[in-house]
């Protein structure tokens, strides 16, 4: 029954998930004792929801694009409920902004497969990744992913592995420059950010605790399912699969070490961890098994936010 909802992409789908984006995202601002309701307020609140919205359509463009999934809305709607585990992103910006600009990289380096325009692919990626860091240093880690790119589809040329150190200065002197005239603290901000801390010890109450052991045991089996069923897949996009691992990977370490520690740095986890279970999901023959995945899903993603409010 549930699976028959998701399973199709139409725009009945699409409405039903942005309209329970909306609901959960109210919930929780609503919930925020910090919430202000100036025009300030208004404007940040329009700005996070326009973010999140956004980063939905660019992850749905970006799957279908590349043939990463079968045409359901599935990766979008796990890619929700992995926001409802950790609530407090619902008022990040920094976060949301550095995801969404970690999404149009990944989009870049997908796509890469196709080998059309790779330099421009490989230079916007790296840019995009540059641009993400601005907002949490550790975002820089991706540029991994922009490397393993290349060594999977145009490592021959030389050039192509240069890229990223001229999207890096490029970067760099615009913000440096931004920075001079406008606020030069956002110099000692990033610098700030450089620092890394190892200590999970950050909670505030054990309903965090347990949202982010949920998450582990979810993370878990998906990767393991999507690392040894990796094989089968087809051999086309073999690649992109395993950009979604190491991507997986390198957020969770972003996670690991970022000094500011909290349960919603694992956002940058949720695109690369969305396409897995989307796969698990679409690729079992057994529709018992998607069912009870679904509802155990749901069930749990649900009391994770709601004690969480």
């Known amino acids: 029954m549930i699976t028959s909802v998701f399973k199709k992409s139409t725009v009945v789908n699409y409405s039903l998930i942005v309209v329970l984006l909306v609901l959960f995202f109210f919930l929780y601002q609503t919930s925020d004792a910090l919430t202000a309701n100036d025009v300030k307020g208004i404007l940040k609140t329009a700005t996070l929801l326009v973010l999140l919205i956004s980063s939905f359509f660019l992850i749905n ?4 694009k590349n043939n990463l999934t079968k045409d359901s809305s599935y990766t979008i709607f796990f890619f929700l409920l992995f926001l409802l585990i950790f609530p407090s992103v619902f008022g990040n910006m920094s976060l949301l902004f550095a995801n969404f600009f970690l999404l149009l990289a990944i989009r870049r380096l997908i796509s890469l497969q196709t080998l059309k325009a790779p330099k421009e692919k490989i230079f916007d990626a790296s840019m995009w990744i540059f641009i993400a860091s601005l907002f949490h240093f550790w975002c820089v880690l991706f540029i991994l992913l922009v490397y393993i790119s290349i060594f999977f ?6 050039r192509n592995w240069l890229l990223p150190f001229v999207a890096f200065f490029a970067t760099a002197v615009i913000f440096l420059v931004a920075a001079l ?5 956002w110099i000692t901000h990033i610098i700030n950010q450089t620092q890394t801390n190892f200590e999970l010890d950050y909670f505030t109450n054990n309903y965090q605790n347990i949202a982010l052991s949920f998450f582990v045991v979810i993370a878990l089996y998906f990767l393991l399912s999507m690392m040894m069923s990796l094989t089968h897949k087809p051999l086309i996009l073999q690649a992109s699969y395993k ?3 190491f991507g997986f990977l390198i957020g969770a370490t972003i996670f690991l070490i970022s000094p500011e520690k909290n349960n919603t740095t694992l ?3 949720f695109m ?8 698990n999901i679409e690729y079992s023959q057994n529709r ?4 009870i995945v679904l509802l155990l899903l749901i069930v749990g993603c649900f ?3 709601f004690t969480q409010l």
């Open 181 to 185: 005239v406008l606020d030069p603290t």
């Open 153 to 158: 589809h145009v490592s021959r040329d030389y």
């Open 61 to 64: 463009f970006t799957v279908k």
């Open 243 to 245: 950009k979604m691992i």
């Open 267 to 269: 956002i940058f986890t």
């Open 272 to 279: 690369p961890l969305s396409v897995m279970c989307t796969n």
């Open 288 to 291: 018992m098994y998607q069912e």
């Open 303 to 305: 009391l994770c936010f």
